[in-house]
């Protein structure tokens, strides 16, 4: 089993940064991957980036590209997403996954909440 847990979030107003963390703990030898998604109310979750844990590989959803960073601490199991210049788009429940070769994202976090204002 792998626990995930998400910190950092909150409320800003548009144009501004915030950062979010995503530990891994547990059973994490065989991860592979580690990715934020996010999802508002009434919508399906929907992929933000992700790294591929050993070579450090990042991949975004084009509405983020260029605003949003991901970046690993592999002695940590953590991820972070650096994200700038943010929109009210932007506003959702941010979810952090951890992925194992062929199997996908198994093991997700309880989600941390960014609201940014107009």
């Known amino acids: 089993q792998v626990q995930v847990v998400e910190s950092g979030g909150g409320f800003v107003q548009s144009g501004g940064s915030l950062s979010l963390s995503c530990a891994a703990s547990?059973?994490?030898?065989?991860?592979?991957?580690m990715g934020w998604f996010r999802q508002v109310p009434g919508k399906e979750r929907e992929f933000v980036a992700n790294?591929?844990?050993?070579?450090?590989?990042?991949h975004y959803a084009d509405s983020v590209k260029g605003r949003f960073t991901i970046s690993r601490d592999n002695a940590k199991n953590t991820v972070f997403l650096q994200m700038n210049s943010l929109n009210p788009e932007d506003t959702a429940v941010y979810y952090c996954?951890?992925?194992?070769?062929?199997?996908?994202?198994?093991?997700w976090g309880q989600g941390t909440q960014v609201t940014v204002s107009s």
């Open positions: 996954a951890v992925g194992r070769l062929g199997y996908g994202y198994e093991y």
């Open positions: 547990g059973s994490t030898s065989s991860t592979y991957t």
């Open positions: 790294i591929n844990w050993s070579r450090g590989t990042p």
